[in-house]
């Protein structure tokens, strides 16, 4: 977190931050000028912390949508669980930084779970042998208790997260992300920067609506240099589980997530059908590979995964 002075006002943005000094709630504070003059902006040693910490994590993948509800959460957990699934001695990890909507301990069936702490630091929930997960549902009392924080306090915790973490040797982090492009995905960015993020895959469905926030999503990632890995179109055509007809809910009027790919010239990775089985798999913590492995979803996810996997070895990015 940024460093707040000892007689600073409630709010304090923090002597690292970009408003230190021209917020409201430094109006009155003896430090106003010094901090609105840059003066006390040294480099966050978190940073360093962060790249020693994931020296022996060999991929680190941020999964974005600029908008939520397009299942972004659920697709984090298919590919960290196909990944594992696809070979045993590969070893994958997934960092929930949505830190006001946590939802992963629930779709890995891991509610309830303790995080424990160790002279190496805090240990990851293992949901199996080599698929682990942090998420601040561990830290909460209740499942239901609300996350009321600002920036700052945001940025504290997944800085904690990606610094105090034992996350062993690794060769993938997932850090799944609340949608948008604010202070949760700046806070990773930045401390990321010296650790080398491998990419991002970005997440929509094929309505135009959300593909608009989609579009604004690459934007932020050419912005801040993150390399983009690929497209996923998710909830693309919904399967009916009975009579596995399929149909339409989300209508590509515009060409959905392949044509707006094409046309900003990144890969589109692949599109995931929308099953209602998939969804009693997340909500009862289920994994789908094993509930259903010959459903089209994981046909689907297998093809993305190795997709992901090849560009993430050839380093083609």
Same mark, same amino acid.
């Given at each position: 977190?940024?460093?707040?002075?000892?007689?600073?006002?409630?709010?304090?943005?923090?002597?690292?931050?970009?408003?230190?000094?021209?917020?409201?709630?430094?109006? #009155?504070?003896?430090?106003?000028? !010094?901090?609105?003059?840059?003066?006390?902006?040294?480099?966050?040693?978190?940073?360093?912390?962060?790249?020693?910490?994931?020296?022996?994590?060999?991929?680190?993948?941020?999964?974005?949508?600029?908008?939520?509800?397009?299942?972004?959460?659920?697709?984090?957990?298919?590919?960290?669980?196909?990944?594992?699934?696809?070979?045993?001695?590969?070893?994958?990890?997934?960092?929930?930084?949505?830190?006001?909507?946590?939802?992963?301990?629930?779709?890995?069936?891991?509610?309830?779970?303790?995080?424990?702490?160790?002279?190496?630091?805090?240990?990851?929930?293992?949901?199996?042998?080599?698929?682990?997960?942090?998420?601040?549902?561990?830290?909460?009392?209740?499942?239901?208790?609300?996350?009321?924080?600002? #920036?700052?306090?945001?940025?504290?915790? @997944?800085?904690?997260?990606?610094?105090?973490?034992?996350? #062993?040797?690794?060769?993938?982090?997932?850090?799944?992300?609340?949608?948008?492009?604010?202070?949760?995905?700046?806070?990773?960015?930045?401390?990321?920067?010296?650790?080398?993020?491998? #990419?991002?895959?970005?997440?929509?469905?094929?309505?135009?609506?959300?593909?608009?926030?989609?579009?604004?999503?690459?934007?932020?990632?050419?912005?801040?240099?993150?390399? !983009?890995?690929?497209?996923?179109?998710?909830?693309? !055509?919904?399967?009916?589980?009975?009579?596995?007809?399929?149909?339409?809910?989300?209508?590509?009027?515009?060409?959905?997530?392949?044509?707006?790919?094409?046309?900003?010239?990144?890969?589109?990775?692949?599109?995931?059908?929308?099953?209602?089985?998939?969804?009693?798999?997340?909500?009862?913590?289920?994994?789908?590979?094993?509930?259903?492995?010959?459903?089209?979803?994981?046909?689907?996810?297998?093809? @993305?995964?190795?997709?992901?996997?090849?560009?993430?070895?050839?380093?083609?990015?």
């Amino acid at each position: 977190m940024a460093d707040v002075p000892k007689d600073a006002p409630d709010h304090c943005p923090g002597t690292q931050s970009e408003n230190a000094g021209k917020v409201s709630a430094c109006t #009155g504070c003896p430090n106003q000028s !010094i901090c609105s003059s840059g003066a006390t902006k040294l480099p966050d040693p978190g940073i360093v912390l962060v790249k020693e910490r994931l020296s022996s994590v060999e991929n680190k993948i941020l999964v974005l949508s600029g908008k939520g509800g397009v299942g972004k959460s659920t697709v984090t957990s298919l590919l960290s669980r196909a990944l594992a699934a696809d070979n045993p001695n590969r070893n994958v990890a997934v960092l929930d930084i949505d830190i006001c909507g946590p939802s992963q301990p629930r779709v890995f069936g891991a509610i309830g779970e303790q995080v424990h702490q160790s002279a190496s630091g805090w240990s990851p929930v293992y949901i199996e042998d080599n698929l682990s997960l942090m998420s601040i549902g561990f830290l909460l009392n209740s499942s239901t208790d609300a996350v009321i924080w600002r #920036g700052p306090k945001k940025n504290g915790m @997944i800085k904690q997260f990606l610094s105090e973490v034992d996350w #062993g040797t690794l060769d993938y982090l997932i850090l799944d992300t609340p949608p948008g492009t604010s202070d949760e995905h700046l806070s990773a960015v930045t401390y990321l920067k010296d650790a080398r993020i491998t #990419g991002a895959i970005i997440v929509t469905t094929p309505q135009e609506v959300s593909l608009l926030d989609v579009r604004k999503e690459i934007d932020f990632c050419k912005k801040v240099n993150i390399p !983009i890995l690929g497209v996923i179109e998710n909830m693309s !055509i919904f399967i009916c589980p009975k009579c596995k007809n399929s149909a339409e809910i989300f209508p590509a009027l515009t060409g959905g997530a392949k044509k707006m790919s094409t046309d900003l010239n990144i890969e589109f990775l692949g599109s995931l059908p929308l099953d209602p089985l998939l969804a009693r798999c997340c909500d009862e913590g289920k994994n789908v590979l094993v509930e259903m492995p010959k459903s089209p979803i994981v046909i689907a996810l297998n093809t @993305i995964v190795q997709k992901i996997i090849q560009k993430c070895d050839s380093k083609d990015l």
